[in-house]
């Protein structure tokens, strides 16, 4: 059975650091891109960012480049997303996903293998 679960979320002040953390079992991420996405009360999930397989590139959101570093082990089949400089506007539900950016768009297929997600709300 494949699952993902997430950890490390919190509430923190403005300008603070988290690490989430997403475990995962019942398959291998070797073989799989892996995502981070994130969405808030009311609004649309938003995509925060990608890392593929092998780890050697990894892609951003435009509104949390330069602040945000995800990251992987495959021997551990975890990954992780670390964020600094936090902000209000990053209070969401963050979730790490099986597969890369185009689960997210355009094929929206990103909520087949997701975790439940990790609650991160930073306070101004």
């Known amino acids: 059975q494949v699952q993902l679960v997430e950890s490390g979320g919190s509430m923190v002040q403005t300008g603070g650091s988290l690490r989430l953390s997403c475990a995962a079992s019942?398959?291998?991420?070797?073989?799989?891109?892996m995502s981070w996405v994130r969405q808030a009360p009311g609004k649309e999930p938003e995509w925060v960012g990608s890392?593929?397989?092998?780890?050697?590139?990894?892609y951003y959101a435009k509104t949390m480049e330069g602040r945000i570093t995800i990251t992987r082990d495959d021997a551990k089949n975890t990954g992780w997303l670390q964020m600094d400089g936090l902000k209000p506007e990053d209070t969401a539900l963050y979730y790490c996903?099986?597969?890369?950016?185009?689960?997210?768009?355009?094929?929206?297929?990103?909520?087949?293998?997701r975790g439940q997600g990790t609650q991160v709300t930073v306070s101004s």
């Open positions: 890392i593929n397989i092998g780890g050697r590139t990894t």
């Open positions: 996903a099986r597969g890369g950016r185009s689960y997210f768009s355009p094929y929206d297929i990103w909520r087949d293998y």
């Open positions: 019942g398959f291998s991420i070797t073989t799989y891109d």
